[in-house]
C-alpha cells in the first residue's frame, strides 16, 4: 500500500482547505484511511478516518463538524474537507491505514487512532489568524 498525501498549504481562520490521500497498490473499496495530524511538542493526533468498504466514519472531538472525511473509488483518494479552520488546526497532517485491505473493515473501529502501518509523507497546514 502507497499512500500520497496533497493539498495543504496556508489558510485564514475560518477559511477552508482539502486535503487528498491518494492509495495505491492494494484495493481500494475494502481499504480504510485515517487522518493524523502531528503539532510540534503534541503526540499525533488521530481526527478522521473511513472504512469504505463499510461506509463508516469516525471524527475527534477536536474537528467533528468542521472537517469531513469522504472517498472517491474511482479516483483511489480519500478527501478531508476541512472547514471553519482555526489557528490550532496548524501542523502537518498525515493520512495513514493498515497494512493491507484485510484489516480495513475494522481498522477504524479497533486500531484507528493508535495504529497504522502505511503513512504517507505528509502536508503541511498554515492558519493564519
Known amino acids: 500500500v502507497q499512500l500520497v498525501e496533497s493539498g495543504g498549504g496556508s489558510a485564514q481562520a475560518g477559511g477552508s482547505l482539502r486535503l487528498s490521500c491518494a492509495m495505491s497498490?492494494?484495493?481500494?473499496?475494502?481499504?480504510?484511511i485515517g487522518w493524523f495530524r502531528q503539532t510540534p511538542g503534541k503526540a499525533r493526533e488521530g481526527i478522521a478516518c473511513?472504512?469504505?468498504?463499510?461506509?463508516?466514519?469516525f471524527y475527534s472531538e477536536s474537528v467533528k463538524g468542521r472537517f469531513t472525511i469522504s472517498s472517491d473509488s474511482a479516483q483511489k483518494t480519500v478527501y478531508l474537507q476541512m472547514n471553519n479552520l482555526k489557528p490550532e488546526d496548524a501542523g502537518v497532517y498525515f493520512c495513514?491505514?493498515?497494512?493491507?485491505?484485510?484489516?480495513?473493515?475494522?481498522?477504524?473501529?479497533?486500531?484507528?487512532?493508535?495504529?497504522?502501518?502505511?503513512w504517507g509523507q505528509g502536508t503541511q497546514v498554515t492558519i493564519s489568524p
Open positions: 495513514g491505514g493498515p497494512v493491507s485491505h484485510y484489516s480495513g473493515p475494522s481498522y477504524c473501529q479497533l486500531y484507528w487512532p493508535q495504529e497504522a502501518s502505511r
Open positions: 497498490g492494494d484495493t481500494f473499496d475494502s481499504y480504510a
Open positions: 473511513i472504512s469504505v468498504s463499510a461506509g463508516q466514519k
